[in-house]
């Protein structure tokens, strides 16, 4: 402990100084007169009001992704409820032909014993205790039909039941796929539109575009700071928590792609949640479901691992690595990347660990 303390200090204020220097840098950059902006046109918008659409769209096109992820988590639930109910079934219709084998078995040796009903020839003996034994099997034999006609009465019910689960099922799977399909042609025309928009900007306003970008986010974590935030936020990281950052940083540098679960390319919550099932613990797939079913901590609480849910609509999620920083999937045209941990709206941090 007397080591690894510093290390991790060290560690973490060489991220924080790394983001620090490339927020000033890009800040520093805005003033070059080479890439000043030029003065737009009447009633034409400024490279602020694009910068701002372009969010916009990608921001829509995030909660769209999380509709669409969270449609594909439910189908492939949907699909595995549907085999198991036709497991099921196959099952009671097995039980059902066994029960019909065992029914025919008994009809076929009353034949063989002449056809006449066990009270018939239980009344003929003149034997009392051949009376009484015969007595007791014709209750057994009584009782032994009356169980099977039940079983086959409860069999057929359950088959049944699986039969209206499996349809049910299988209507929740269809509106999946109609609820999936217009998630993704929403996610595809919001991109669709921020490239375009991006795309009629010259090279020198795309170039500025980017610093606008970093100047943003630059601002809002320096807001957070100045709030004295890290002087509460010092927990350390467990032995999950570090192998969930790991895996997270690891990803460094790969880009985004809109459903994506690696190993190439991740969205947002598809990165936290492999970097989570990497340390051995799954959770859900989304940033949405991340925020309603796992544990919500304080902020002064916070420790390397945890996620934090980003936006009112929970459309966004980064990793948190200490000292401010925070690792995360930025969206379509960026890099996986270290980022300040209140470079965006801050709606919730939970956490993986219970």
């Known amino acids: 402990m007397g080591t690894e303390e510093p290390k991790r200090r060290r560690r973490g204020a060489s991220a924080l100084t790394l983001l620090c220097a490339s927020a000033l840098l890009a800040v520093t950059a805005l003033a070059a007169p080479a890439l000043a902006a030029p003065a737009p046109e009447p009633g034409a918008k400024s490279l602020e009001q694009v910068r701002k659409e372009i969010e916009g769209l990608y921001r829509q096109a995030g909660a ?67 009376f009484l034994d015969g007595a007791s099997r014709i209750r057994q034999g009584e009782k032994a039909t009356t169980d099977l006609l039940s079983e086959v009465n409860r069999t057929q019910t359950a088959l049944q039941r699986g039969a209206r689960e499996a349809d049910a099922e299988w209507q929740k799977l269809e509106a999946n796929r109609v609820r999936k399909e217009a998630s993704k042609k929403e996610v595809e025309a919001k991109i669709k539109a921020a490239e375009d928009l991006e795309s009629k900007l010259e090279a020198e306003e795309r170039a500025r575009l980017i610093q606008l970008e970093q100047e943003a986010q630059y601002q809002a974590q320096t807001a957070w700071l100045s709030t004295g935030v890290l002087k509460e936020i010092n927990g350390t990281a467990t032995e999950a928590g570090r192998k969930a950052v790991q895996f997270a940083t690891a990803q460094i540098g790969k880009p985004y792609q809109w459903g994506a679960v690696g190993p190439a390319s991740y969205d947002c919550s598809g990165l936290t949640s492999q970097a989570w099932r990497a340390a051995g613990k799954g959770i859900p797939r989304t ?3 991340q925020l309603r079913l796992l544990p919500k901590i304080a902020l002064k609480d916070m420790r390397p691992g945890d996620l934090i849910i ?3 609509d929970a459309s966004h999620v980064g990793m948190y690595v200490g000292d401010g920083a925070m690792v995360h999937a930025p969206r379509p045209g960026r890099n996986i990347t270290l980022a300040g941990a209140g470079s965006m709206p801050i709606k919730a941090v939970v956490r993986p660990e219970a």
């Open 64 to 130: 769209a992704t999380d509709a669409y992820n969270q449609a594909e988590t439910e189908a492939k639930a949907q699909s595995d409820r549907i085999v198991e109910i036709a497991r099921q079934v196959a099952a009671g219709q097995e039980r059902i032909n066994d029960l019909k084998r065992r029914a025919g078995a008994a009809a076929r040796a009353q034949y063989r014993s002449g056809g006449l009903p066990a009270g018939a020839r239980l009344a003929l003996s003149d034997s009392p205790g051949q």
């Open 310 to 312: 980003y936006f009112d």
């Open 287 to 289: 940033s949405q479901e």
